[in-house]
């Protein structure tokens, strides 16, 4: 099911209008095979004409919707990327301090036959998923688990990609009660000490300190329409106006 922001309504209308014609021919209606009427020729001409309304919106999207682009629901998370990029991937779980932090996954794959150590946040792609994931947003336990992949990528001489999609680190009482601060600081310190050439994505939403503590790399790419930040528009307008609706 397509999901549409609201500024892509007009484009959902007219979805909705070539889904309909769709359908009108499908079931071998009458209408459709009068004299004069192809629905095959009216369908192609709407998607033309869909095609060129998506791309004249997204060519003058304003600050907040490219912001709402970059946490679009239907975006591809990190498993979408590390399956179709990386062969032989291969989770590692565990910061072997407190615990498992399943907003950061970590692992190693093949790279067009290349061996690399992997790492990204995953935000889950439904309700269930983006709770088990704490919506990508990672704990204490999630940045020294990337400590230690840093740890043994430079032991192996592997490479290191990072695809980074979240709004921020996790900031409740039990994460700062466990070292956030520190363990994002020291997290980005070994991001720096990393002896092996690493490339950092920017895929969705590139959200503060918790995106800086995997993506200090030798090189930072961002996809179209992703966004890279010291603070969400929400917290920034609560700090100036007091108000996250003034984003």
Same mark, same amino acid.
């Given at each position: 099911?397509?999901?549409?922001?609201?500024?892509?309504?007009? %484009?959902?209308?007219?979805?909705?209008?070539?889904?309909?014609?769709?359908?009108?021919?499908?079931?071998?209606?009458?209408?459709?095979?009068?004299?004069?009427?192809?629905?095959?020729?009216?369908?192609?001409?709407?998607?033309?004409?869909?095609?060129?309304?998506?791309?004249?919106?997204?060519?003058?999207?304003?600050?907040?919707?490219?912001?709402?682009?970059?946490?679009?629901?239907?975006?591809?998370?990190?498993?979408?990327?590390?399956?179709?990029?990386?062969?032989?991937?291969?989770?590692?779980?565990?910061?072997?301090?407190?615990?498992?932090?399943?907003?950061?996954?970590?692992?190693?794959?093949?790279?067009?036959?290349? +061996?690399?150590?992997?790492?990204?946040?995953?935000?889950?792609?439904?309700?269930?998923?983006?709770?088990?994931?704490?919506?990508?947003?990672?704990?204490?336990?999630?940045?020294?688990?990337?400590?230690?992949?840093?740890?043994?990528?430079?032991?192996?001489?592997?490479?290191?990609?990072?695809?980074?999609?979240?709004?921020?680190?996790?900031?409740?009482?039990?994460?700062?009660?466990?070292?956030?601060?520190?363990?994002?600081?020291?997290?980005?310190?070994?991001?720096?000490?990393?002896?092996?050439?690493?490339?950092?994505?920017?895929?969705?939403?590139?959200? +503060?300190?918790?995106?800086?503590?995997?993506?200090?790399?030798?090189?930072?790419?961002?996809?179209?329409?992703? %966004?890279?930040?010291?603070?969400?528009?929400?917290?920034?307008?609560?700090?100036?106006?007091?108000?996250?609706?003034?984003?």
């Amino acid at each position: 099911m397509n999901v549409f922001l609201d500024f892509e309504k007009p %484009i959902a209308d007219l979805e909705g209008k070539i889904e309909e014609l769709r359908q009108f021919g499908a079931n071998g209606k009458e209408g459709a095979k009068q004299p004069g009427i192809d629905i095959d020729e009216e369908v192609a001409r709407l998607q033309g004409k869909a095609a060129q309304m998506i791309a004249d919106t997204y060519a003058r999207l304003t600050p907040w919707q490219k912001t709402l682009v970059a946490r679009h629901p239907a975006r591809p998370h990190f498993s979408d990327y590390a399956t179709r990029l990386f062969a032989d991937f291969t989770p590692l779980a565990g910061d072997r301090l407190y615990g498992e932090d399943r907003a950061i996954v970590a692992g190693l794959g093949r790279f067009r036959g290349r +061996s690399v150590a992997v790492i990204g946040h995953e935000k889950g792609n439904d309700t269930k998923s983006r709770v088990k994931h704490n919506f990508g947003m990672a704990m204490p336990e999630g940045y020294r688990k990337v400590q230690r992949l840093f740890e043994m990528a430079g032991r192996f001489g592997l490479p290191v990609i990072s695809l980074v999609d979240t709004a921020g680190a996790y900031p409740g009482i039990g994460a700062e009660e466990r070292g956030q601060a520190e363990a994002i600081a020291r997290s980005t310190q070994a991001c720096l000490c990393v002896g092996t050439p690493f490339v950092s994505t920017i895929i969705g939403e590139g959200g +503060s300190g918790g995106a800086v503590a995997i993506a200090t790399a030798n090189k930072v790419f961002m996809l179209e329409h992703a %966004i890279y930040s010291v603070i969400s528009p929400e917290g920034c307008a609560s700090i100036l106006w007091h108000s996250a609706e003034k984003r």
